[in-house]
């Protein structure tokens, strides 16, 4: 029964971000594309509250939780609420348009298959994460017996990462307060529900059978050969997923701004990795030309977070690791990182996951189908070269590639496959140039500031 309560505890968090099926772009999704945007949501929201509640000296259990969280979602979902109340202008969205053809059915069962036998790896526990039973379990559990953060155990220097964070961590112990004890069966499983979560946004925002299958095979099995199950990697995956689908696929202005700042949240707060990948997109965004202040505030509830958790860390002395890390470059083992890298890369499958994309966006660029991609592209381009740089803070950092890049790599390895995505079917949206009057919109593209990055 405690697994089926710790299971649960993720199931719960849709409902807490329901508040997101008011957006006019979430309403027109297919089912599992508006849970898993909820539930994206909702695990923003519980971290946040939880985060709060413990700096106010609330102590986290079953009843202040349920009751707190249950007002929330409430007070969000009744009309009136400040989220029916933000501004932006509806723009076409163009997600009832993209038919998926006859052949759907059988690349849906195929999507499931792959689903299905990543499953069968985490109910196994093949695919544990070595991570998940070093720190971000005993940190989950740890929290969930302290009512809060732990500040004893983040202070003590045996425990690794201390200062990553806090997300994933307050997730299992959200859980582990729903079933009153730890599952590290539940913790394992509870990353099919990422991947399922990032694969129906993709599917539910492009309406691409065919791209989804891709990248659930990509991610299945990039994630066992990284060995990431239970671990950061997938949730961060999910919400990193969520800012590209909505910054490149949708084109309703509210409904993109709000879930790119959701998403950008999520993955902030998620691993260390999350921040880069939000410079990332806000690098990306500025040189799109996208408008500079626009572009801050999609950004802004992931630098609050950010610099709140860093300022926690700050006042408990709890910066550690990436905090205290050297500064130094070594020029000198570039080539070297860019060989390991590029070796862990491969995936142990010839690095099929890169080429398959990659092949794809080369057929589109012959079409002249560019514009809509150019955004993930980019965003794939500067994870992929921040995580070379770090890299070589390290003088040798064979060890440290061998056991992370492999995990890392997931994030650019997700931006290129939304560009591939984009790039074959710019032109089958109903999508024109910038400058050329959309069809049926009675405007022209780049008359809008706020409009689609990369829209083609």
Known sequence: ???????????????????????????????????AVAGAAGAVVAGVVMAVMSLVHV???RVTLLVILAVISLITWLPGSPVSRLPGRTLNVHLEDRATGQPGNRVTALILAFLALTCYGLITARESAGDLHFFWGPKGIHFHHAGGFDVPFLANKTNPNSDYPPLLPILYAWSMTVARQFSWFAAVLATALFLFGAAAILRACSRD????????????????????????????VFFEMLA????????????????????????????????????????????????????????T???VLMIGWVAFLLYHRLIFGYGGAKMAIYPSSLAKTIELVAKA???ELYGLPWLIP?????????????????????????????TVFFYIH?????????????????TPLTALIVASVAVLQSRADGVVPQGEEAEGSGREADRDPGGTVGQV
């Open 209 to 236: 059978d065919l791209g989804t299958l891709l990248f659930v095979a990509a991610m299945s099995w990039t994630v066992a050969i990284g060995y990431a199950a239970g671990g950061a990697d997938p949730p961060l």
């Open 301 to 303: 509830p992931a630098f």
């Open 59 to 61: 102590p986290w259990s």
């Open 345 to 347: 890369g491969l995936f």
């Open 358 to 386: 990659i092949v794809l966006l080369g057929i589109g660029m012959r079409r002249g189908n560019l514009r809509r991609a150019l955004f993930p592209l980019l965003v794939s381009a500067l994870t992929l070269c921040a």
């Open 1 to 35: 029964m405690t697994h089926v309560l710790f299971f649960a505890g993720f199931l719960l968090l849709p409902l807490l971000g329901l508040w997101t099926w008011r957006l006019e772009a979430v309403r027109r999704m297919d089912l599992a594309g508006r849970i």
């Open 244 to 299: 590209l689908a909505a910054l490149t696929f949708i084109d309703d202005e509210r409904s993109r701004d709000i879930l790119t700042a959701v998403g950008l949240a999520g993955a902030a707060w998620t691993k260390i990795e999350g921040s880069t990948f939000v410079i990332a997109v806000v690098l990306a965004l500025i040189l799109m030309r996208r408008g500079v202040k626009r572009t801050l505030l999609l950004a």
């Open 394 to 410: 390290i003088e040798d950092a064979t060890w440290w590639i061998a056991a992370s890049a492999p995990r890392v790599l997931l």
